[in-house]
Every structure is written in C-alpha cells, then in structure tokens.
C-alpha cells in the first residue's frame, strides 16, 4: 500500500521533471550561432552592436547577438567571466550569466536536479529490489562525452612552443590517421601515452590537438569524477568509457588528472580508499584487456607523476611518457603568438620583449595575458592593444588571484644562471662528465621534483673516477655562486644532498675508500612498513661512524674545491655561458659545445 502511494510521487515527480526539462530544451535558441574571435566581441560591445549576450562560466564560451539578431559564439579565456560580463554590461548588453549550448545545460541542469534525482532513484531503487527486480539499473554509466563535436577543433597549430612534445605525438597521430601502414607491418603502437607538467603547460591542449590532428573523436573523462561515493560505480564507469572507445575507434581516450584515480594503492595510513582501488584496477585490467592495435590511444596527463601507482607505468599501459616543459623565451614568443593572432596589435607590440619579461610563465598565464590586454584596450575604448596594455596585463597576470606563476626575479636569474653554467661547465671539463646537451634556466618540471620512477634494475657499474666526476659536476653550481656572488643561495640544496650521498654510498657500499679499506659498512634493511625505502643498520662503532664522517667530508671538499679550480681557471667562459643562457634561457647542443669550446 504505501509503496504504490510512495512510486506514484516519485512518478509524477519525475514527469515534472522531465516536461520542464523538454520545456527548457525547446526555449534554446534554435539556431546554431557562427563562431567570432574574441576581439570581434570587443570591437563589437564597443560599437553597441552586442543586444544580448549569455555567458557560460563552465565552458566559458559567450553566445551573443546583434541588434540585428545574428547570433555568434566566441570563446573567452577561463575565470574571466566576471570581468567580461561587466565590460559587456558597461557598453549597454544585456547579460546573462547562464548556460548556452544544449550540453553545458544539459549539464547545469543535472547539477540542478541532481540531488532530486539522487533521492528518488534511491527511492526507486529500494522499491524496485522489494519487488526483486534487477538492481543498479545503469548507475555506472560514464560521463565522458565525445568532445570532437561541439568543442572547436584544435591541432597543432594551436599548441605553441613544445616541439620536441609535438614530435612525440606526431607518430601517435600517424598511427590513428594510417592504422593498416602499422598493423600491415606488424608494430606495436604505444597504448597509453602519459603527459606530465606544471598545470597550465598544455597538456589537456595537446591531447586534444592529437585527435584534431588525426581527426579521430576524443573521449574525456577526468580522473576526480571516476571517484565516488559508492564502491563499484567508478570501476562501472570505466569500463563503461572504454566500451565507449571501443566501438568509435580509432580514438583518443583521455583521462584528465590522472593522479586522482592513480594513486599508489595501499599508501596512507588506514588502507587507503577501496573504491578508487577498485577504480584503478578495473583501469588497469581495460588496458589490459584491449589488443594492441585496436585503435584506441589512452591518453592521461597528471602535474604529479610521482604519486602516480607504479603499475600504470609499466610496459602496456601507460609506458611512453612525455614531458610537457613550461615554454622557453622561443616557446613564449610563438604562444604569445597563438594567442594575438586574432587580435589587432598597434605597431609598437613587441611580442619578444613581452616573452622576455614573463620568465616561468605557462601557456595558459599567456593566454591569460593576451586576454587581460585585450580587456584593457577595450576599456579604454581603443580600436587596437598597445604595448601599454600589454605591460599592464603582465602585471595583472603576476599579482593575480591565480597564485600558481613562478615569479623570478632579476637577481634570481642571474643566480640560476651562473649556477647552471657551472654544472654544465665542470660537466664538459671533467674526463667522465655526463653529457649536457641542453642547460635552462627555465623552472623545469624535472627540477620541481617531478622524477617518474626509474627502475631499479638501471644501475650500471661505475668507477671510483666517474662518481667522483659526478660529484664535482654536482657541487660546480654552488661553487660557481661562491665564485661570482660571494655568497650561496639554498638553490643547491638537493645538489649537496645528492652528492654527499654518493660519496657515502662509495664509502660504506662500494669500499672505495683507501682509509676504511674495501669493506662495507652498515646492512641494508627492507622497512616493509615504509614501501620500497631502505635503511641502513649501523654495525660499527662510533669510531668507525667518525671516520666514515671524516672521510666523507674530506672527499666532498675536495671536489668542491676541484670544482672551484676548474671554473676559475675558465671564468671568461663561464662568464659567456651564463650571459648566453640569460639571453637566451636555453642553450642545447651545437650552440653550447660553441660557447665552451669555439673560438
Ligand atoms: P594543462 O592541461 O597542462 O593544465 P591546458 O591544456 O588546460 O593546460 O591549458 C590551458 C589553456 O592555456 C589552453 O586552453 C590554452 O589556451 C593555453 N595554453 C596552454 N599551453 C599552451 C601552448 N603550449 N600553446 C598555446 N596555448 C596554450
Ligand atoms: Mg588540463
Ligand atoms: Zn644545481
């Protein structure tokens, strides 16, 4: 009895639902609007040739009309729409913050409705398993949508100052674009391609640029929205995205921040999260589970890889990782390029002086910029972006709500670049250096602390001579800072932690010091509680810990000293080095061995 009473409300509530929603639905603008850059959206509101305007913050697109009622659609740079929506106010639009396009409402209205819906089909679900009938419906189902349709397309062109990442890809895209050239001659095309960096550095961009370049869909689903409440459901999901891309290959599946869904299983206190576990692993039996050459390329990107499940790294999965730089004073000039094309510049724009002052910005703080200088021209009512705003915009950008920029500063520069001179100088100068065949003084991902796991296996031998070239090298960035600065910066921190390691390592593991004599010093103890990390058990006195102390000191100054020789005896070139570097920011090959060695 109170059951059909309780499924009749839910039934009537549900064809409320559903008739307002097809109501909605209707009222959308019928027409599909033609796509405007955005500074034809300025230059218009500017000329009151914009009546209405509807901003949609979650995809941040504006559909707008004219007077004349042609509608278009412009995209504008994300978290802007506050300071859009009150230019486009001020020069008399009528705005609306509101969803446009029928998928972004589809989707404002299911964050409406959701809670509802989450309620009645529990509701539902419980009467439904009273009458015995089958559970969980379609629960699982992903979200990802196929993107290739209604976001503008995107290719490389797009994607500014990441050659060598681009050349990467570029046979990713031949394979989707050609597959029979591959599977006729029987290659192994990588399954799962991962793009790791500093947020803001195009990654998401790049992924969608392979499938626009190969003109395949492109899947996408992020890795916080496979994880939900319920154990079981973001496992469904998965599975479900892969059946997805399996009928519509060739594809690009992506998955978004990666890291979400990929964290190490059984790290944490507490036994970590079951339903993300569980998420993972159905994530890693699908890439299991589909042939090589099936066509789909999964494709993930993530800021933080060394979080990431070692399992997903392994051959089959996610085996060929790319990493994706902050762009270089080259790479900032094309972006900036990318982004202005479509917008007037007044003569005196100097898009490489404007590179030369945003040292550490990410393809996306450009971006930002560009737009930034775009608002501030309109505002001042100018027909084209000058210098001035340009300058303004940077500042803007700096000091904005968006924290993430890495601002260096003049002195830090030059710091890092002498610094960096002397690692690559002491580097060439010693018989057993390690090649330098690239030297920046951009922040590099790598040099944050994003180092993908090596394997453990890839110790080669090594004599005494060549780790003792290896920690001079390391030690030559400080003691090019001594020499220059007269004073150190705490920049080197991980240099001397490195090489005092491997002059510890040499001592007690390797006896290859000629006081303590070719013996070892200390066992090596698997910490189960701790994962891979290994302790070492003292099993010597205090005597021996002095000497082995006194031993360690004595090797590591003497290299710092050696070090120091080396760059004073070739100042003059550590000297070009560095002022090329603060030129130029990256030095690679041919160009280095030029300033080291010619002339
Ligand atoms: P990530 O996924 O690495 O965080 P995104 O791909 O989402 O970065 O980049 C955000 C926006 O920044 C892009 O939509 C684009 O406008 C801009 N952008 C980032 N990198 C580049 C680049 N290399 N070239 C051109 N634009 C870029
Ligand atoms: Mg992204
Ligand atoms: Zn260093």
């Known amino acids: 009895m109170q059951n059909r009473w309780l ?32 500074s034809t959206l300025v230059v218009s509101a500017q000329h009151h040739q914009v009546a209405t305007a509807h901003v949609d913050p979650q995809s941040h697109v504006v559909t707008w009309t004219t007077p004349d009622g042609k509608q278009y659609r412009t995209v504008y740079a994300p978290n802007d729409t506050q300071r859009l929506s009150n230019f486009l106010n001020t020069e008399g639009a009528k705005v609306s913050i509101a969803p446009t396009s029928a998928n972004s409402m589809w989707l404002s209205l299911l964050g409406d409705i959701l809670p509802i819906l989450v309620v009645g089909g529990f509701l539902f679900l419980i009467l439904r398993q009273g009458q015995g009938g089958n559970r969980m419906m379609s629960f699982g189902k992903s979200q ?67 499938a626009g370049e190969a003109g395949v869909p492109f ?19 998965v599975r479900d995205l892969f059946e997805q891309a399996k009928k519509n290959a060739p594809c690009i599946l992506f998955i978004d921040e990666l890291d979400a869904v990929g964290r190490m299983r059984g790290a944490g206190y507490g036994g970590g999260n079951d339903e993300r ?27 933080r890889p060394d979080v990431l499940d070692p399992a997903l790294l392994r051959p089959g999965r996610f085996d060929r990782q790319i990493v994706v730089h902050r762009p270089d004073l080259k790479g900032r000039i094309q972006i900036l390029k990318v982004h ?39 505002r001042a009512r ?103 600065f007269g004073e150190v910066s705490t920049g080197a921190h991980d240099d ?46 205090e005597e021996v810990a002095s000497k082995i102390d006194q031993a360690i000191r004595h090797i590591v100054f003497q290299q710092f000293e050696r070090a120091k020789s080396i760059l004073l005896q070739h100042r003059a070139t550590l000297n070009r080095l560095a002022l090329a570097l603060l030129e130029k920011e990256t030095l690679e090959g041919e160009e280095l061995r030029e300033i080291v060695f010619g002339s």
């Open 7 to 38: 499924r009749g409300v839910i039934t009537i509530v549900l064809v409320v639902l559903f008739i307002s929603t097809l109501m909605d639905f209707l009222n959308a603008p019928g027409q599909t609007p033609t796509h405007a850059p955005y």
């Open 144 to 210: 990802a949508r196929m993107l290739s349709e209604n976001l503008p397309k995107v290719t490389f062109d797009d994607v500014a100052g990441v050659d060598e990442e681009k050349q990467e890809l570029e046979e990713v895209v031949d394979f989707l674009k050609n597959p029979k050239r591959y599977l006729d001659l029987g290659a192994r095309i990588p399954k799962g391609v991962l793009l790791y960096g500093p947020p803001g550095t195009g990654k998401t961009l790049l992924a969608r640029a392979v």
């Open 219 to 237: 899947f996408s689903e992020s890795g916080s929205g496979f994880v939900e409440m319920f154990v079981g459901v973001g496992a469904a999901r």
């Open 277 to 303: 576990e569980q998420t993972l692993n159905q994530l890693l039996v699908e890439m299991d589970g589909f042939g090589v050459n099936e066509g789909v390329i999964v494709m993930a990107a993530t800021n």
């Open 340 to 378: 202005t094309r479509n917008k007037p510049l007044a003569k005196d724009v100097d898009l490489e002086a404007i590179a030369r002052r945003t040292p550490g910005f990410t393809g996306a703080d450009l971006a930002n910029l560009a737009n930034e200088a775009a608002l501030l021209a309109a």
């Open 382 to 484: 100018q027909k084209q972006i000058t210098m001035a705003n340009f300058i303004e915009a940077t500042e803007r950008v700096i000091a904005g709500p968006e924290k993430r920029t890495r601002v260096v500063t003049d002195l830090e520069k030059r710091v890092v670049a002498f610094h960096e001179s002397g690692h690559t100088l002491v580097g060439m100068m010693v018989p057993h250096g390690d090649p330098v065949n690239k030297v920046t003084i951009i922040p590099r991902g790598m040099s944050l602390g994003y180092t993908l796991p090596v394997p453990e296996e890839d110790r080669y031998l090594v004599t005494r001579d060549q780790i003792l070239d290896r920690v001079a090298m390391s030690l030559a960035g400080r003691a090019a800072e001594q020499i220059v």
């Open 496 to 541: 001397l932690e490195k090489s005092t390691n491997w002059v510890r390592q040499m001592i007690t593991e390797y006896g290859m010091s000629e006081e303590l004599g070719p013996m070892t010093y200390g066992t090596r103890q698997d910490q189960v509680f701790l994962g891979r990390d290994l302790i070492r058990q003292r099993d010597y006195s």
